[in-house]
């Protein structure tokens, strides 16, 4: 199932992508069906509803049908239950840190044996605890976005950025999950637009409590354009991931690069705990896949357009306020 969360009229509907259009998974019920309320409804509803919604998708009633034309996407799971952003991608790491160490030498008389002095000293050199375990932060989940929408720069930021990322969602609750039995616990996968603004968040990490309000501001966390149920997904780590900025691709990569896997996370997370339904997960950044590793900046009116083979685009037009 590729699944969304659409607008059509007034009302905010879980519908599911059948080709080019729409299906409104409530209308064709044909009743109240509170499982098909929502997503989040959908996902803590448990397999025998997502089966219920799979055979509604292959009647796929042509009354309860839209075209995409008349259906505004939302974010597939507009409030999720938590939010994780993980860096379970640590190739993008190594570059980043080697790109904050020639920023830090740029400010000395002699760049060059400044940035050689930076990385022996072993300042910029990735903690082995990233390789050791699942490291992550707790995101802003009501901060979420979708696909097609103008992502509204904070005015008090100058270094507009993205990151491409995937995710999994979590569809039954996990608790002391095994390596081997974690991905039972997977609804789907989504793609992630971690936006970031670079210039409010570079000082705020030296604090060593995290990034704040450099990835903390309205929209700025993307989730898109649906969400895939594995069963569609084929492979999960032999994905092609792109990033294309105004029709040029800046970044293509895939989801096998992961260091850690979506697996080890909920393994790592559920011990002694519970994760929830609606919980995302995000990968981490690809390598390649930011401005800030690429030294590029993103100005005001560029198009972005994040693509994970299988999923779809996540696609956003970033704009100054008005």
């Not at 092609?240 to 040029?248: E, L, P, R």
Request: proline share 5%; hydrophobic share 40%.
């Amino acid at each position: 199932m590729k699944l969304v969360t659409f607008v059509r009229g007034e009302a905010q509907r879980l519908g599911a992508l059948v080709e080019d259009r729409v299906l409104d998974l409530q209308a064709a019920a044909a009743g109240a069906a509170p499982a098909f309320a929502s997503m989040l409804a959908l996902i803590e509803a448990g397999p025998e509803a997502w089966d219920a919604a799979r055979a509604l998708i292959a009647k796929a009633n042509v009354d309860a049908m839209h075209d995409l034309a008349d259906a505004r996407l939302l974010a597939p799971l507009p409030r999720p239950t938590r939010l994780r952003d993980c860096s379970l991608m640590l190739e993008h790491m190594d570059v980043v840190l080697m790109q904050m160490a020639r920023r830090a030498a740029e400010e000395e008389s002699d760049p060059d044996a400044a940035y050689e002095r930076l990385m022996a000293s072993g300042k910029y050199a990735l903690n082995p605890t990233f390789k050791k375990q699942c490291v992550y932060y707790n995101a802003d989940h009501t901060s979420v976005s979708g696909t097609e929408v103008d992502i509204v720069w904070p005015s008090y930021s100058d270094y507009i950025d993205f990151e491409l990322e995937w995710a999994c969602v979590i569809g039954r609750p996990a608790r002391d999950a095994t390596r081997e039995r974690a991905a039972e616990h997977i609804f789907g996968y989504t793609i992630l637009n971690d936006w970031s603004a670079r210039d409010v968040q570079m000082p705020l990490m030296y604090t060593m409590n995290g990034p704040g309000e450099g990835k903390d501001f309205p929209g700025s966390w993307g989730i898109g354009p649906c969400i895939v149920t594995p069963d569609e997904i084929g492979d999960p780590y032999d994905l092609t991931m792109t990033a294309t900025i105004n029709g040029v691709q800046w970044t293509r990569g895939t989801t096998g690069s992961m260091y850690h896997r979506f697996e080890d996370a909920i393994a790592q997370f559920s011990r002694e705990k519970t994760i929830l339904p609606g919980e995302v997960l995000g990968s981490g950044t690809v390598l390649g896949g930011c401005g800030f590793e690429l030294g590029r900046k993103l100005s005001p009116g560029d198009l972005v357009e994040l693509e994970v083979q299988n999923i779809g685009v996540l696609r956003n037009r970033v704009v100054r306020a008005s």
